[in-house]
């Protein structure tokens, strides 16, 4: 089943063209990945998907109108709430979703984010790598069908990437369906199980790596990815 | 929304600003001004103008800050994810913050009472505290809207300067406005801070044909900040 189909989508910044007219489906139970340099749109894209920004062109069908109930979003910007603990995040974020969390709820969450410890901590003085399972906690507080990761593992060192793609390979095997950007391959070959490549503001290929692999010719990950996003550099390094 | 409420409440609670701009400060300031001045009708004067200049410090100056730093978190932004309607949302937190008003005001008000004496009805403490819901209200909901405004820190603070300042100045807050030249008693004619220190006075005093127009007064400017707290949601997050 379709969870999401995007047809046509268009946006524009100032004048400037951002997404120049993408066209995906977000089939239920698999992981996808969106994939491309910086700048080239993924967030825009999701942005769109979410609901965040409306498109100018195109058009989005969702597999329930209900759809936000369903929806665990984290975005760039880690988002939580500042002033507040790890344990009250989970509990306000699990209240904006209309779930009501047990204080034992709330400790198994924190476990699962491994913060089994930091419940009591406030938020902004977790480390980037709790903050950043915390955010991935609060998005999937109300066990959503759909959940959407923005470049979830930027910026952290290899422990703290290593427990969020433990935690997205869960969210797999809880039948949950994940859409995530990043631009680190050995991350994409690990937990995706479907891959869009986006370069300038288009989709410039999508499908399973093995098929994208032998399509362009290329041994690994790494290599599609540099072919499929050539440098904006004329001339390139010398 | 109960649960937002409580945890906004929790954490309005621990905000360090709170004790001591709209505790400490006011309390001290009704004392020290209150003791230091002997002229008729002082010591009213002075309470009622510390009771509103704290709910101005916490319900605008504090919250301005404590918006910013959420919506550059992001969290606003992942509200329009949540199936919470905004509205909801806002209305839950504006609660909680109003509340947190009401009671330091209630606070300055028993230390004033205590101190000089006043002899206070119930039905003009509830007079007041009526005056004190709606006025931290607006300044809420104002709040609401400057930080959207503002895209950092130095920005906020410019800008709630810019508002408290001629707010207090041009008000009979802390001293008659009575000998000031008459361009100041008309900018005071149109200053809602001015309106929200009558609506006190004539609470106090039981006056019911003043204190109706002050409630007139801001509960149009509630509802003309409400607006703008809920239009600013969208082009600040957008």
């Known amino acids: 089943m379709k969870l999401i189909s995007a047809q046509g989508l268009v946006k524009n910044f100032h004048g400037r063209p951002v997404i120049k007219g993408i066209d995906f489906d977000i089939e239920q139970g698999e992981v996808l990945a969106l994939i491309g340099p910086n700048g080239v749109g993924k967030s825009t894209a999701i942005a769109m998907i979410l609901g965040i920004l409306p498109p100018d062109d195109g058009s989005i069908a969702y597999w329930r109108p209900d759809y936000r109930s369903f929806v665990g979003a984290q975005l760039q910007s880690t988002p939580f709430f500042e002033g507040y603990s790890a344990a009250e995040n989970l509990k306000l974020f699990g209240a904006l979703y209309h779930t009501r969390l047990s204080r034992e709820q709330i400790q198994e969450k924190l476990e699962s984010c491994h913060l089994a410890d930091a419940g009591k901590t406030p938020a902004i003085k977790l480390s980037l790598g709790q903050q950043k399972r915390l955010a991935i906690g609060v998005t999937i507080v109300h066990h959503p069908e759909l959940v959407v990761l923005d470049e979830p593992t930027a910026g952290l060192d290899p422990r703290a990437r290593y427990e969020i793609k433990e935690m997205i390979q869960t969210m797999a095997q809880n039948s949950q369906t994940v859409l995530f950007s990043s631009h680190d391959m050995d991350e994409v070959e690990q937990i995706a199980d479907r891959l869009i490549f986006m370069n300038d503001g288009r989709i410039v290929d999508a499908g399973k790596p093995e098929t994208l692999m032998a399509k362009h010719g290329v041994g690994n990950l790494e290599a599609l990815y540099l072919k499929l996003t050539p440098s904006q550099f004329k001339g390139g390094l010398q | ?238």
């Not at chain 2, 006190?200 to 006056?207: I, K, N, P, V």
Request: with cysteine; proline share 3%.
């Open chain 2, 1 to 238: 929304m109960n649960t937002v409420f409580n945890l906004s409440l929790r954490s309005a609670a621990r905000e360090p600003f709170l004790l001591f701009w709209s505790i400490i400060m006011p309390i001290a300031g009704t004392i020290g001004l209150g003791m230091l001045i002997h002229q008729p009708g002082y010591a009213l004067q002075i309470t009622t103008g510390m009771m509103a200049t704290g709910i101005l410090f916490y319900a605008f100056t504090t919250t301005v800050f404590s918006v910013l730093a959420q919506r550059k978190r992001g969290v606003y932004k992942l509200l329009r994810v949540t199936p919470m309607p905004l509205w909801r949302y806002i209305l839950s937190v504006s609660g909680a913050w109003i509340l947190v008003s009401l009671l330091c005001a209630g606070l300055v008000l028993a230390v004033g009472s205590i101190v000089f004496d006043f002899r206070l009805s119930i039905l003009s403490v509830l007079m007041m505290g009526m005056v004190c819901v709606l006025g931290a209200g607006g300044y809420v909901f104002l709040s609401f809207f400057i930080s959207g405004l503002c895209k950092s820190e130095a920005q906020a603070s410019i800008a709630t300067n810019l508002i408290t300042l001629p707010f207090l100045l041009c008000s009979s807050a802390f001293y008659s406005l009575e000998s000031a030249p008459q361009w100041v008693q008309l900018i005071s004619a149109f200053n809602p801070f001015q309106w929200f220190v009558n609506g006190l006075r004539t609470g106090f005093l039981m006056d019911v044909t003043g204190w109706l127009a002050s409630i007139g007064v801001l509960l149009l400017i509630l509802l003309i900040t409400l607006f703008l707290a809920v239009k600013s949601f969208g082009f600040s997050e957008a």
